[in-house]
Every structure is written in structure tokens, then in C-alpha cells.
């Protein structure tokens, strides 16, 4: 699977962007996709994780209640609303997608071993 993430930007803290990974390669419906973030100096974290139907879906606590991960499995694409930005949301984003794990066990794992990785794409919130 090929992943490519796009929609990265420059935005002010408090606004909005909108992440997109589009998938191609194998049936995207067969994975759980997910959206994890690095920042300079600090380690790969779960961003938010959405199931292959798109009915389950988790977030890690820095961000629920302001980003929202959705899917379309028609378009093999996912996306990743990110609102109210903050200047500690600065950092690479990547999607990621599995077809074993469960976004609640991706929120719970260190390093979640996905299947697929692609290139981040970087979020820069200034204050």
C-alpha cells in the first residue's frame, strides 16, 4: 500500500487545517488508518486511528474534542480535521495504515508496528 498525505501548512494557532492521505495499492477498506505526529526533538505519537468501516474511532487526549478523523473507502482516502490549532500541534504528520490493529489499541501501544507508513507532511502552528 501507498500512502501519501497532503494539506499540510502554515496557520495561525486557533485555525483550522485539513489533513488527506490517499491510498492506493491494495483494498484500503481492509485497514485501520491512522494519523500519528513527530515533532523536533521528540518521538513519533498517536495522533487518532479510525477502523476499516469507519464506526470506531480513537484519539489521544491532546487532541480529542479538536481533531476529527474521517474515512472514504470509495475514494481510499482519509482525512484528518484539525481545529482550534495550538503551537504544540507543530510537528510531521503521518498517516499509517494496518490491518490487524484496532485505533482503541494503536491509542495504547508505545510504537504501534503499522503496516504501511507514508511521508509526512508538515504542520506548522505559530503563536
Known amino acids: 500500500v501507498q500512502l501519501q498525505a497532503s494539506g499540510g501548512g502554515l496557520v495561525q494557532a486557533g485555525g483550522s487545517l485539513r489533513l488527506s492521505c490517499a491510498a492506493s495499492?491494495?483494498?484500503?477498506?481492509?485497514?485501520?488508518m491512522a494519523w500519528f505526529r513527530q515533532a523536533p526533538g521528540k518521538e513519533r505519537e498517536f495522533v487518532g486511528g479510525?477502523?476499516?468501516?469507519?464506526?470506531?474511532?480513537a484519539y489521544a487526549d491532546s487532541v480529542r474534542g479538536r481533531f476529527a478523523i474521517s474515512r472514504d473507502n470509495a475514494k481510499s482516502t482519509v482525512n484528518l480535521q484539525m481545529n482550534s490549532l495550538k503551537p504544540e500541534d507543530t510537528a510531521v504528520y503521518y498517516c499509517?495504515?494496518?490491518?490487524?490493529?484496532?485505533?482503541?489499541?494503536?491509542?495504547?501501544?508505545?510504537?504501534?508496528?503499522?503496516?504501511?507508513w507514508g511521508k509526512g507532511t508538515q504542520v506548522t502552528v505559530s503563536s
Open positions: 499509517a495504515a494496518d490491518v490487524n490493529l484496532a485505533p482503541i489499541t494503536l491509542l495504547f501501544m508505545t510504537s504501534p508496528p503499522m503496516d504501511y
Open positions: 495499492g491494495d483494498t484500503f477498506s481492509k485497514y485501520t
Open positions: 479510525i477502523s476499516w468501516r469507519g464506526t470506531n474511532t
